[in-house]
């Protein structure tokens, strides 16, 4: 087991706003010191992102401190089964693959990749058109100069880790409340008091945790806390029926399921999902107005039929993993939200209006990935109980900056590797 951060017993009651996955594994990790420990969540635990990602998890980020967190984070889902009881595994390492063609800075790409394998991501590497081939037969590489690989990274059941740690975390006593949303909050002076809930229940509290994704901006303002920089962006994420025989392509039924998440060059993206495979891509989303009712509606032009956005998915993706074409029809699109920052990278800190407010969001769609590392961090602002430059983390990852995940930062140095 990961050990705790060591209490402070200066903040001893804590209340936690938002039942995600990060909330959840926050509420644990701060029972695990001490703390006493209430998670407000407005739906049901994983109500929001948490059940709606593409539930994917990679080292491969060009931001350093991201690199070293999700080492920490695929460590910490390796080592799941010991750290929390009675559970099962949530994590499959199939891999990732980003291509890359003619337009691509080769240079700039190995570059990228010595950093990755000096931050400890050893198993990374750049595989040029040749080995991109004998690796993966099943890839067309027409236009394709070569790729980054791996096979530590890989995706996750989110439904296994915010389901069993929720159990883990009621066992050290934290209470969790679902279906009762925070609708006050009483301020005395620059610090929280108390919040008042949709039933009527006021919950005092030392300190209060922001991790309500894309509503954590609403969750400031109720507090009068700072204007967080984040804005909510749709994605979709569709689904097709898989081989029914060996394709011609290279690509056998037997190897379906230990296919890689591959990234097209332009950011489309897919990976096996039981039988089916799923597929994205980033599109140009205008900013939309989230509600809790609102996250599962398909916007016109963005479902199944044949010149909408599902189909320009699918062909797009075809050109590199050709098999797509001996697949089956697209049989669903589902659909949420990312809650995005200017850099894509997320915000963690004490409120600079509300000294006893904490946040915890913007995480531009790594939110399940990042959980881990994301209530590491939380555990030791609170241990803290200012704001930190620096966190250790096991499994021998050591010191890692936070320069880049302020809330107060400025955001000068931009995360590419988003999809």
Not at 40 to 51: F, I, K, N, P, Q
Not at 323 to 347: E, I, K, S, W
Request: overall charge negative.
């Amino acid at each position: 087991m990961t050990t705790a951060p060591v209490a402070n017993a200066s903040y001893k009651n804590i209340v936690i706003i938002g039942g995600g996955v990060t909330g959840v594994l926050s509420a644990w990790e701060l029972a695990r010191m001490g703390a006493k420990v209430i998670l407000v969540e407005a739906r049901h635990l994983g109500s929001g992102a948490s059940s709606r990602s593409a539930a994917c998890i990679r080292a491969q980020f060009e931001t350093l401190c991201t690199v070293q967190g999700m080492l920490y984070s695929i460590n910490f889902f390796k080592h799941w089964t010991d750290i929390i009881e009675n559970s099962q595994s949530p994590i499959r390492q199939n891999g990732y693959l980003f291509l890359k063609n003619y337009m691509a800075d080769v240079e700039a790409v190995k570059r990228q990749v010595t950093m990755q394998q000096k931050a400890g991501l050893k198993e990374v590497e750049w595989l040029d058109e040749a080995a991109l081939s004998e690796h993966f037969p099943y890839i067309d590489t027409i236009g394709i100069v070569g790729g980054t690989w791996c096979p530590k990274d890989g995706f996750l059941f989110p439904n296994i880790i915010y389901q069993d740690c929720s159990q883990a975390a009621r066992k050290l006593g934290v209470e969790i409340i679902q279906n009762d949303p925070v609708v006050k909050a009483e301020i005395s002076g620059s610090k929280a008091i108390a919040v008042i809930l949709n039933s009527g229940r006021r919950i005092e509290a030392d300190v209060f945790l922001n991790t309500a994704n894309v509503w954590a901006p609403g969750i400031s303002r109720l507090f009068g806390g700072i204007d967080l920089p984040i804005t909510a962006e749709r994605r979709y994420l569709y689904f097709l029926d898989g081989l029914k025989k060996d394709s011609d392509w290279g690509l056998k039924m037997a190897d379906f399921p230990s296919l890689p998440m591959i990234v097209t060059p332009y950011g489309a993206y897919c990976r096996p999902e039981n039988q089916q495979i799923m597929m994205g891509w980033l599109q140009h989303a205008k900013p939309a107005t989230p509600t809790l009712d609102n996250q599962d509606d398909i916007e016109p032009g963005f479902g199944l039929g044949f010149n909408e956005y599902g189909s320009a998915v699918r062909k797009e993706i075809t050109q590199f993993l050709p098999a797509v074409q001996d697949m089956g029809r697209l049989v669903a699109v589902t659909t949420g939200f990312y809650d995005t920052t200017p850099d894509h990278n997320p915000l963690f800190g004490y409120d600079l209006n509300i000294h006893n407010l904490i946040h915890a969001a913007g995480f531009s769609g790594h939110g399940l990935m990042h959980a881990p590392f994301s209530a590491r961090i939380v555990a030791e602002l609170i241990n803290a109980g200012h704001n930190i430059e620096t966190i250790n983390l096991p499994y021998d990852i050591g010191r890692v900056g936070l320069k880049h995940l302020s809330l107060n930062r400025t955001f000068e140095y931009f995360e590419g590797m988003v999809i």
